[in-house]
């Protein structure tokens, strides 16, 4: 179960890159193997502005769907629309072309509530 | 005593050792969970049970008498050839349930596939699903689906919209959330009144909703309101209730429309007294995945072979629960299947003269009506199997006696349009043949 | 990849309109008896279509022949055991075929005036009464489609019964063993749904509502047996609580076989429960309907009933449309009287006698079959069922094979697979619903196909996950068809996969 250093985490399994004022969000390794075969990503509006803990898309497999939760407060900036046509990458790729949002964070404190590597990897000990 | 233990084969010998293997002493004891004194001592009150051939008797015995029939307004007698009930009655598809295991439902699932394609080709639209219950309900799902895709309160309805259409419609929708508004129709063609209708469209507008033919049996123009509907981000929806018309008229697909919706009984499905019939819907690729109802894709089997599955699942409640399309499980599959018949057996030449078959017994009905001065014709814009005749004489007088000679000669209009007092709807299809229509015009020519 | 050798009468069938030739026809119309008119003549051309473009021409040799192949790729009752819970395929008896297709009924226009349809109108109000009767409530509506057009109707019911008393109610209480159709009806119906957790024997207990039930609750929606095939054994006591602070209990009918003519429904404090024709009373599944999903109500609800409503007055039958309380109509017409018409006769047929021994061997045979298994499935709620029981694939997950690896074993050993990971409670669940129209013979064969699966899962756990092998399709690729949806065939498709929808 890959779960690099270098990103911050949610309990719901959404992974965040921070970049600045910027974040990209994705799901991590752990959710996209119970998910299994990604069929379809349904992807936010441009431009929409959701609040901590709002789900602006998700993510199905054949049997199941997934929302995606927002991990902080902001607007949306970029969608992944390769995701489209391949929304295998996030099978293939969770952390890197399976990418599936940039936002634009309000209030960076909020950031500091998210968890480290260690903190989900634990979180996952415990859960299983 | 004994009729129904051929439905129950147990024998009093099994009985006993199923009991034994179980550890069960008696019937009673697999009944422990239900608390004792809700437990019935006695008997349900019901009839005492008949034979096989006492049971025929009875049916027979208050079978309903028939009639040549002029009726329609949503349900219509068409020839139904008789390799349909030969062929549904096969019961591997009849006895058969949802088609979720696809390597023992390929019969099911291919037929399904092959009506999904002549739908679209029938409604020009792009995607089908499997079906819904009616065309009443096919309309509500289809606004529902609108509200899903456009988030606002107003649905503009024209009047000339199947009036039982329209109160499904009432009670399906949340008046919290939903507003109708009824566009009327013109006094004089019995179109709806588009001018009147693209006043009332604004950055409010859900839906619009047409039906064409309409209930009048006028064929609607449609064109232009595609454009007036999109420019202010709505859906427009066209519905109709008799879909042979579609063998000659152009179809709603080709005049923008975003959803397609309708009664398919027309399809050789038995009128079997209001149902079960078979509810249309379509739509656009675009908006699939907000489509309601079962849909089945094609794809490969791990050797490569083609075959066909329930797919887009998670867009239904067994997967999507309270966020699902639609709430819909069991929908109208053997009727599906019997459209699906229907349609492969008449094809592309069949369906076509079956149409102007039906347009031109219909324009022969009306020129002999008009003859013989029982009354006027309400509605003159073009019309395709059905048409609105305002009687001098009070309708249900002119009916009764009409009855008397063996003869169902229309419906009348004023339990559903007030302002309609003495007309009648008079529906013909290829199943009245020219003496029928000549005998009805004959009894007529007399009543006065 | 061991291939298919094909035995005999699995024939293969494209398309129709594959088979389709320019030129065949199949088809044979009344004669022309009266001018044929050029449509141009009274309709505007841009109104008129054109060719109707990829429609196939067949003869019907060709559509009796398609059709007959198709059928020959299905299973259906009438071909084995179907063991699907909550689906009750018991099998359909012919008779009602029969009936339904005497032709005054069949043929019979839903606007014939009330006087000559006296038939009809019988059939459908005699059917409402010996169906309140079996539920133990007042009133009985047709008019819904399906059980799911009868869980929406019940819930407009209740809503416009809350609203008549002034009151605006937000939300539903749904177990988690519910079937999806309770929670998506309670949505449609504008509610918001709060699940209640089942306990230890599976039940739904009175604390787990207690804890729950308040002024803003306008319902609890139960299945009663449940889809774990459990007895609610404490729906007295809930019905109590629910009503005490003025809600409603809405019982989900479908598996109402368990039941007849050993308790009534409404004794047990349910105020409006939906039936599944096509389930308990034997109608056909037709492949995915039509169904009927008749709704009774207790006297509270009765104002608020579609309508018409059919009533006998004087001896006479009629429709009755003055019902100002009504919540309005949930279909056009009066209901699936097609289908009403052979449930009346199957109930006519069984007597009461017939319907409560039915209910009897249901859950004998569903304890026969819990029994015979448990040693070799795993039993998450090791006690007596009903009408239907529970297993998992927990014993075999050591040797890596699933729930669904041994339904399409079954496949192979010509069997219709239980219903499959559903309730959602158990993980891996395989729910089995034998009926009581299977005997013991059915039902020992079964056995025996089942614990050798249950050996071949630990000695050659190959076999399941390869299977099914002998049928016509293997196991299909359903990601491709969810990603890449190719939903119909087009004109301009040649190939197989040509012409997908982008």
Same mark, same amino acid.
Request: charged share 25%.
């Given at each position: 179960m890959k779960i690099p250093n270098d990103l911050l985490y949610t309990e719901t399994h959404e992974w965040v890159r921070v970049e600045d004022n910027q974040i990209t969000i994705g799901i991590t390794d752990y959710a996209q193997s119970q998910l299994k075969d990604v069929v379809y990503v349904e992807l936010p509006e441009i431009g929409s502005i959701y609040k901590k803990g709002d789900p602006i898309g998700s993510v199905e497999s054949v049997k199941t769907v997934s929302d995606i939760f927002s991990p902080v407060s902001g607007r949306v900036r970029e969608t992944n629309i390769a995701l489209k046509d391949q929304p295998d990458l996030i099978n293939k790729d969770p952390y890197g072309k399976g990418w599936i949002v940039r936002m634009e964070v309000s209030d960076k404190k909020e950031l500091l509530g998210l968890l480290s590597a260690k903190a989900y990897e634990d979180f996952l000990s415990k859960e299983n | 005593m004994g009729n129904f233990h051929r439905y129950i084969p147990h024998t009093e010998d099994e009985r006993k050792e199923m009991l034994q293997s179980i550890g069960a002493s008696c019937i009673e004891d697999l009944f422990e969970s239900i608390p004792r004194e809700f437990r019935l001592l006695t008997l349900l009150n019901l009839p005492e049970p008949l034979s096989e051939s006492e049971l025929l008797n009875y049916f027979k015995n208050i079978e309903p008498p028939t009639f040549i029939s002029f009726l329609g307004g949503g349900a219509y007698r068409h020839f139904i050839p008789s390799i349909v009930p030969k062929l549904v009655s096969r019961s591997e598809f009849y006895t058969a349930y949802t088609p979720y295991q696809a390597e023992i439902s390929q019969g099911t699932l291919q037929a399904i596939f092959e009506y999904q394609s002549l739908i679209c080709q029938l409604t020009g639209m792009e995607v089908s699903n499997a079906s819904m219950y009616d065309g009443a309900t096919s309309l509500a799902e289809a606004v529902l689906m609108a509200n899903r895709i456009t988030k606002r309160p107003k649905i503009i309805i024209s009047k000339a919209i199947h009036p039982e259409y329209r109160k499904v419609l009432e009670t399906y929708i949340d008046p919290e959330v939903q507003k109708i508004i009824t566009i009327p129709y013109k006094e004089e063609t019995g179109e709806t009144d588009k001018d009147i209708l693209f006043d009332n469209i604004d950055e409010d507008l859900n839906a619009v909703i047409i039906q064409s033919p309409n209930f009048f049996g006028v064929i609607e123009d449609l064109t232009e309101v595609a454009e007036r509907v999109h420019e202010k981000g709505g859906i427009f929806i066209v519905c109709f209730s008799e879909a042979i018309a579609y063998g000659i008229l152009a179809p709603p697909g080709m005049f923008g429309a975003d959803i397609v919706s309708g009664e398919g009984q027309s399809l050789g499905i038995p009128l079997s007294y209001g149902g079960p019939h078979l509810g249309i819907f379509t739509t656009r690729e675009k908006f699939v995945r907000n489509m309601p109802g079962r849909l089945v894709g094609e794809t490969f089997d791990i050797e490569g072979r083609r075959g066909f599955v329930l797919t887009l699942a998670t867009r239904e409640q067994h997967i999507r629960r309270e966020r699902a399309t639609s709430n819909i499980c069991t929908n109208e599959g053997l009727c599906a299947l019997m459209a699906t018949i229907f349609l492969s057996s008449l094809g592309k030449e069949g369906l076509k003269e079956l149409a102007l078959m039906n347009l031109s017994k219909t324009e022969y009905t009306k020129k002999r009506i008009l003859e013989i001065n029982v009354g006027k014709l309400r509605f003159l814009a073009p019309t395709f199997n059905e048409f609105v005749i305002e009687l001098k004489d009070n309708p249900e007088e002119v009916l009764m006696k009409l009855r008397e000679k063996g003869i169902l000669g229309g419906l009348i209009l004023k339990p559903y349009f007030p302002e309609l007092d003495r007309h009648i709807l008079i529906t013909v299809t290829e199943m009245n043949s020219k003496e029928e229509i000549d005998r009805f015009v004959e009894v007529l020519t007399k009543i006065l | 990849?061991?291939?298919?050798?094909?035995?005999?009468?699995?024939?293969?069938? &494209?398309?129709?309109? /594959?088979?389709?030739? *320019?030129?065949?026809?199949?088809?044979? =119309?009344?004669?022309?008896?009266? #001018?044929?008119?050029?449509?141009?003549?009274?309709?505007?051309?841009?109104?008129?279509?054109?060719?109707?473009?990829?429609?196939?021409?067949?003869?019907?040799?060709?559509?009796?022949?398609?059709?007959?192949?198709?059928?020959?790729?299905?299973?259906?009752?009438?071909?084995?055991?179907?063991?699907?819970?909550?689906?009750?395929?018991?099998?359909? &008896?012919?008779?009602? /075929?029969?009936?339904? *297709?005497?032709?005054?009924?069949?043929? =019979?226009?839903?606007?014939?005036? #009330?006087?000559?349809?006296?038939?009809?109108?019988?059939?459908?109000?005699?059917?409402?009464?010996?169906?309140?009767e079996i539920v133990g409530m007042d009133k009985v509506t047709l008019q819904p489609a399906a059980g799911a057009h009868g869980e929406l109707t019940g819930m407009l019911m209740i809503k416009a019964a809350l609203k008549a008393r002034g009151e605006n109610r937000h939300k539903v209480l749904v177990p988690d063993t519910a079937h999806g159709t309770n929670c998506s009806t309670s949505t449609i119906a504008s509610f918001q749904i709060v699940e209640i957790k089942s306990n230890e024997r599976g039940v739904i207990s009175p604390e787990a509502i207690s804890r729950l039930m308040d002024t803003d609750v306008s319902a609890v929606m139960i299945t009663n047996p449940n889809t774990l095939g459990f007895f609610e054994e404490h729906l007295p006591k809930i019905a109590e609580i629910v009503h005490?602070?003025?809600?409603?209990?809405?019982?989900?009918?479908?598996?109402?076989?368990?039941?007849?003519?050993?308790?009534?429904l409404g004794s047990l404090g349910v105020d409006v429960v939906h039936i599944n024709l096509h389930k308990t009373f034997s109608t056909p599944h037709g492949g995915g309907g039509p169904g009927s999903g008749p709704v009774a109500v207790k006297k509270e609800l009765v104002p608020f009933l579609p309508v018409p409503v059919i009533e006998k007055v004087d001896g006479n039958y009629r429709l009755n449309y003055d019902r100002p309380f009504s919540i309005g109509k949930v279909k056009a017409f009066y209901g699936n009287f097609g289908v009403a018409l052979k449930a009346y006769a199957y109930i006519l047929s069984m007597g009461a006698e017939g319907l409560k021994t039915a209910a009897e061997m249901a859950v004998l045979n569903a304890n026969y079959l819990l029994h015979k298994l448990k040693p070799y499935y795993y039993l998450p709620y090791d006690r007596p069922c009903m009408h239907e029981c529970v297993f998992s694939d927990r014993f075999q997950e050591k040797y890596n094979i699933t729930t669904l690896d041994i339904a399409k074993r079954l496949i192979d050993y010509g069997y219709h697979p239980p219903t499959i990971y559903f309730p959602l409670v158990v993980r891996g669940a395989i729910m089995i619903e034998p009926t009581e129209t299977e005997s013991k013979d059915n039902l020992d064969r079964f056995i025996e196909v089942m614990i050798q699966i249950a050996k071949e899962a630990q000695e050659q756990p190959e076999l399941l996950r390869r299977a099914p092998q002998k049928v016509k399709v293997r196991r299909l690729d359903e990601v491709l068809a969810a990603r890449r949806p190719k939903l119909r065939w087009k004109p301009k498709d040649k190939d197989h996969m040509e012409g997908e929808i982008k």
């Open positions: - | - | 990849m061991e291939k298919i050798i094909p035995k005999g009468l699995i024939q293969d069938e &494209p398309l129709i309109f /594959e088979i389709s030739k *320019k030129g065949r026809k199949g088809y044979s =119309l009344p004669r022309w008896d009266v #001018e044929k008119i050029d449509p141009l003549g009274i309709i505007p051309k841009n109104l008129l279509r054109g060719e109707l473009e990829g429609f196939p021409e067949l003869s019907e040799v060709d559509v009796v022949r398609h059709f007959t192949r198709l059928s020959q790729w299905n299973y259906g009752v009438e071909t084995g055991l179907y063991p699907l819970g909550s689906c009750t395929m018991k099998y359909n &008896p012919q008779l009602n /075929e029969e009936i339904a *297709k005497i032709k005054g009924f069949m043929d =019979l226009h839903p606007y014939t005036p #009330e006087e000559l349809c006296q038939g009809a109108l019988e059939i459908m109000y005699e059917l409402q009464n010996l169906l309140a005490q602070k003025g809600g409603f209990v809405y019982c989900d009918g479908a598996n109402l076989n368990a039941l007849m003519g050993k308790v009534k």
